[in-house]
């Protein structure tokens, strides 16, 4: 499923670059939602541009990815909270048995959530130096403006993790990674800090379920919304393939290049062959099947090492 789908019951709002968001057909125009449902379709993007062709099953592996998160997440252990989620039940009651909610038609790659206020900053945290961190390293020390320690290489786990937000930009605009400073101006000092900790809190609990497992979280992106009580909640998707870099960590461990370091399971291989075959002009060249079906492996591969 490549493109929207026209979803008995419900109404078609938006589109972004992987996901398609609906409402109840009969909710009256600039009426806040109660209730959304959130498709993942199997588009697959790179440098802000949707490709050709899709991933097959891609946008069923983020929600069976995602909704494991949520779970995980929504019941701590120990001393740890639960984080509250956007997630409703996809079942009701009918007679004396239950009744999906989802419609057939995208059943397995879609969410029923709560509609909720939803905060303009893209919550980023990086446990490791890669990607554009790595780039801004490599030019004066900082990434997002953070100084970080001299020396360190491409694939380098850092002193700590780090906060770096974004600015939601409006809709076929790009994010723009911000200071923390600028994000209390946007937000508040308190929401702000809310969010920092909160996003590093995740983090950490999530890199740790996942070291278990022999997989490295390099650096995620989390997104937030508050429901009518101002409680902040974790919403769209949550440590997928597309919001996360994950890498095995026995190849990190005994890799001496980048390359062999950062062995990922996620949509690195479309990222670097697309920089090997494009100028960044124009319209991007359509992704060979070899490329679609190494990337829709290693999804698959994730999904079973976390889950098993």
Known sequence: MTSPANLPGWRHVYSGKVRDLYVPEDLPADTRAERMLVVASDRVSAF???LEPGIPDKGVLLTTLSLWWFDRLATGAGAERGIPNHLLADHVLDGDGAREVIPAEVAGRAMLVRGLSMQPIECVV??????SGWAEYEAGGTVCGIALPPGLRNGDRLPQPIFTPAFKAPMGEHDENISYERMVQIVGADLAARLRDLSLEI??????IAEVRGLILADTKFEFGLDDAGVLTLADEVLTSDSS???DAAAWQAGSTPSERMASFDKQIVRDWLAANWDRTGTPPALPADIV???AARYRELLARLTA
């Open 126 to 131: 990086r446990g490791y130096l890669t990607g």
């Open 293 to 295: 079906a190494r990337t």
């Open 48 to 50: 802000d541009h949707v």
């Open 245 to 247: 870099r994950y890498w």
């Open 203 to 208: 983090y950490r609990r999530a890199a740790g």
